[in-house]
């Protein structure tokens, strides 16, 4: 019996996509026939390294073909040429920039050659020459290696045509250990972090519901050493008077969960750093339902949740010296009998009562709880809030930033440096004391809606009220980023996994 349940238990449990579609390696020169080779070049006129031996090498043919189609040096220009000596395909990459590439700029290059060379590798071994770059990284062909597989991942589960085949990428370079060390030992973490996150918020609400999300990720942290794992229960939540999580999850068949992953990499009285991210499982907007159009992506409203689960494992299983606890409030939006309604007043943990104007602002709700069961339980020393909160913050920013509102200047401004090194960037958005007025509310302490505008500000004010003043408090709201539509180096179509690379670089930065 018992040996049934576990099998069922592995049947029902999503899995994931692996990295080990491709298989990365690293090496100082090449070993075996080449066919497929990709080279860097910042100078036609004057070949160096790797493209100087392949021009050689056929003759002059490189430098001919480049020179026939007008290559340009500059970053961003690719060509791929057939017919070269014996190589089946070469596939030639501008490497010229004005000023030294820091580590997302190397990044952004590894984006760009998975792209030239598409995800079917046909089981084929291709050698990318890193050489020759502007750059201080010793290490350079390890954030070219992980800006690759940032590129590389497609979600195919439900496809029966599959794009994606497996092959083998062998970076040559110089700095083989610096390399080698940097991408086995962290980076590699990251784009697993990453392809958990994109996976989970690309996963269907069918699919993906609160218990699914637990079982999932429990599931990928299996032997990560230094991880506690707590999971509060409907009886939990009632225990901690946890209102309005309860009631944004209770018209949903499947129970609301919170999901809390500790990591100790520090000592035990260091305070941690608390990441809380909104895991609504589907967003139909409840009895404030939303309409058709577009209400599909809604699946993805869990991101925020997702993205926490990624950093977390990310960062525990690179041994980062840090104390890391994540939450992750888990809960379906559904239009139900049973289902809260517009009017409806809801208690918290906090004690402060809510009042519905929208059950459509639902992520709030259940950050509310979450946000100072964080601070009760866990006495942390910064608290990040991450969320696919408001239509609004996409409205204002699109793809390019995510919003981040925090109670003082220099720490939004703390933030942006914290984007520009991570590869996800933030603008900040304000939070004024009108914001919370303009959520007092008639019947309870607050409301969970505003007139209208400013809607990110105004949700953040929501989730402000449960957070303590003097906390370092930072909210992201990554509604316009976490799903893309125009493909970036780094993100292919879909879910972005945003907030993997920005959390795991602040957590960097504060240790
Ligand atoms: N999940 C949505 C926000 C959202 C919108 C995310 C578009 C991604 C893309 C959120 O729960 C929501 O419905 N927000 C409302 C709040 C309003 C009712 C105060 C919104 O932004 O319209
Ligand atoms: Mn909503
Ligand atoms: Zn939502």
Same mark, same amino acid.
Request: proline share 3%.
């Given at each position: 019996?018992?040996?049934?349940?576990?099998?069922?238990?592995?049947?029902?449990?999503?899995?994931?996509?692996?990295?080990?579609?491709?298989?990365?390696?690293?090496?100082?020169?090449?070993?075996?026939?080449?066919?497929?080779?990709?080279?860097?070049?910042?100078?036609?006129?004057?070949?160096?390294?790797?493209?100087?031996?392949?021009?050689?090498?056929?003759?002059?043919?490189? =430098?001919?073909?480049?020179?026939?189609?007008?290559?340009?040096?500059?970053?961003?220009?690719?060509?791929?040429?057939?017919?070269?000596?014996?190589?089946?395909?070469?596939?030639?990459?501008?490497?010229?920039?004005?000023?030294?590439?820091?580590?997302?700029?190397?990044?952004?290059?590894?984006?760009?050659?998975?792209?030239?060379?598409?995800? +079917?590798?046909?089981?084929?071994?291709?050698?990318?020459?890193?050489?020759?770059?502007?750059?201080?990284?010793?290490?350079?062909?390890?954030?070219?290696?992980?800006?690759?597989?940032?590129?590389?991942?497609?979600?195919?589960?439900?496809?029966?045509?599959?794009?994606?085949?497996?092959?083998?990428?062998? =970076?040559?370079?110089?700095?083989?250990?610096?390399?080698?060390?940097?991408?086995?030992?962290?980076?590699?973490?990251?784009?697993?972090?990453?392809?958990?996150? *994109?996976?989970?918020?690309?996963? #269907?609400?069918?699919?993906?519901?609160?218990? %699914?999300?637990?079982?999932?990720?429990?599931?990928?942290?299996?032997?990560?050493?230094?991880?506690?794992?707590?999971?509060?229960?409907? *009886?939990?939540?009632?225990?901690?008077?946890?209102?309005?999580?309860?009631?944004?999850?209770?018209?949903?068949?499947?129970?609301?969960?919170?999901?809390?992953?500790?990591?100790?990499?520090?000592?035990?009285?260091?305070?941690?750093?608390?990441?809380?991210?909104?895991?609504?499982? =589907? +967003?139909?907007?409840?009895?404030?339902?939303?309409?058709?159009?577009?209400?599909?992506?809604?699946?993805?409203?869990?991101?925020?949740?997702?993205?926490?689960?990624?950093?977390?494992?990310?960062?525990?299983?690179?041994?980062? $010296?840090?104390?890391?606890?994540?939450?992750?409030?888990?809960?379906?939006?559904?239009?139900?009998?049973?289902?809260?309604?517009?009017?409806?007043?809801?208690?918290?943990?906090?004690?402060?009562?809510?009042?519905?104007?929208?059950?459509?602002?639902?992520?709030?709700?259940?950050?509310? +709880?979450?946000?100072?069961? %964080?601070?009760?339980?866990?006495?942390?020393?910064?608290?990040?809030?991450?969320?696919?909160?408001?239509?609004?913050?996409?409205?204002?920013?699109?793809?390019?930033?995510?919003?981040?509102?925090?109670?003082?200047?220099?720490?939004?401004?703390?933030?942006?440096?914290?984007?520009?090194?991570?590869?996800?960037?933030?603008?900040?958005? #304000?939070?004024? #004391?009108?914001?919370?007025?303009?959520?007092?509310?008639?019947? %309870?302490?607050?409301? $969970?809606?505003?007139?209208?505008?400013?809607?990110?500000?105004?949700?953040?004010?929501?989730?402000?009220?449960?957070?303590?003043?003097?906390?370092?408090?930072?909210?992201?709201?990554?509604?316009?980023?976490?799903?893309?539509?125009?493909?970036?180096?780094?993100? #292919?179509?879909?879910?972005?996994?945003?907030?993997?690379?920005?959390?795991?670089?602040?957590?960097? +930065?504060?240790?």
């Amino acid at each position: 019996m018992r040996k049934l349940s576990i099998m069922i238990f592995a049947l029902c449990t999503l899995s994931f996509s692996a990295l080990a579609q491709v298989t990365v390696e690293f090496s100082g020169n090449v070993q075996g026939d080449v066919k497929h080779v990709v080279v860097l070049v910042d100078d036609l006129d004057t070949l160096n390294g790797a493209a100087a031996v392949l021009d050689a090498e056929t003759n002059g043919q490189l =430098f001919k073909a480049l020179k026939a189609q007008s290559f340009k040096t500059e970053v961003g220009s690719a060509a791929i040429l057939f017919g070269i000596g014996n190589y089946d395909r070469v596939v030639v990459l501008g490497s010229a920039v004005e000023s030294p590439m820091n580590a997302v700029d190397l990044q952004n290059l590894g984006g760009k050659i998975a792209k030239q060379i598409g995800v +079917d590798l046909k089981e084929q071994n291709i050698v990318v020459h890193v050489d020759g770059l502007n750059t201080e990284h010793a290490d350079a062909a390890a954030h070219i290696a992980y800006g690759y597989e940032l590129q590389n991942y497609r979600f195919e589960k439900y496809k029966s045509d599959k794009k994606q085949s497996p092959g083998t990428l062998t =970076f040559i370079s110089a700095g083989v250990n610096e390399a080698e060390s940097t991408y086995n030992n962290d980076l590699k973490f990251l784009a697993e972090g990453i392809y958990m996150t *994109r996976d989970l918020a690309s996963e #269907p609400g069918k699919t993906i519901y609160p218990q %699914a999300f637990v079982d999932a990720v429990k599931k990928k942290f299996k032997g990560i050493k230094n991880i506690d794992i707590d999971v509060l229960t409907l *009886r939990d939540m009632k225990k901690n008077n946890m209102g309005a999580l309860m009631g944004v999850g209770q018209g949903s068949i499947h129970e609301p969960k919170m999901l809390v992953i500790e990591y100790k990499g520090a000592d035990n009285d260091d305070a941690p750093i608390a990441l809380a991210g909104k895991g609504i499982t =589907f +967003d139909t907007g409840g009895i404030s339902l939303k309409r058709n159009s577009g209400m599909w992506a809604m699946k993805s409203d869990m991101s925020g949740a997702a993205a926490v689960a990624g950093t977390l494992y990310a960062v525990a299983s690179r041994k980062e $010296n840090v104390n890391l606890v994540g939450l992750m409030p888990l809960a379906e939006n559904m239009p139900a009998e049973d289902a809260i309604r517009p009017g409806d007043v809801l208690p918290t943990m906090k004690g402060t009562s809510i009042e519905i104007i929208s059950t459509d602002a639902e992520g709030r709700l259940i950050l509310a +709880d979450a946000v100072y069961y %964080a601070q009760q339980e866990f006495k942390p020393r910064m608290l990040v809030n991450i969320a696919t909160l408001t239509g609004s913050a996409a409205r204002a920013l699109s793809d390019e930033y995510a919003v981040v509102i925090t109670r003082d200047w220099d720490l939004s401004v703390d933030m942006m440096g914290v984007g520009e090194r991570s590869g996800e960037a933030v603008w900040p958005l #304000p939070l004024h #004391p009108n914001h919370f007025e303009q959520i007092k509310s008639d019947i %309870a302490d607050i409301k $969970n809606s505003g007139a209208g505008n400013p809607g990110a500000s105004i949700g953040a004010a929501v989730i402000g009220t449960f957070v303590d003043e003097d906390m370092t408090w930072v909210h992201l709201d990554i509604a316009g980023v976490d799903w893309i539509t125009d493909v970036t180096d780094t993100v #292919p179509k879909g879910s972005s996994g945003w907030g993997v690379r920005f959390m795991d670089q602040l957590v960097r +930065d504060k240790k």
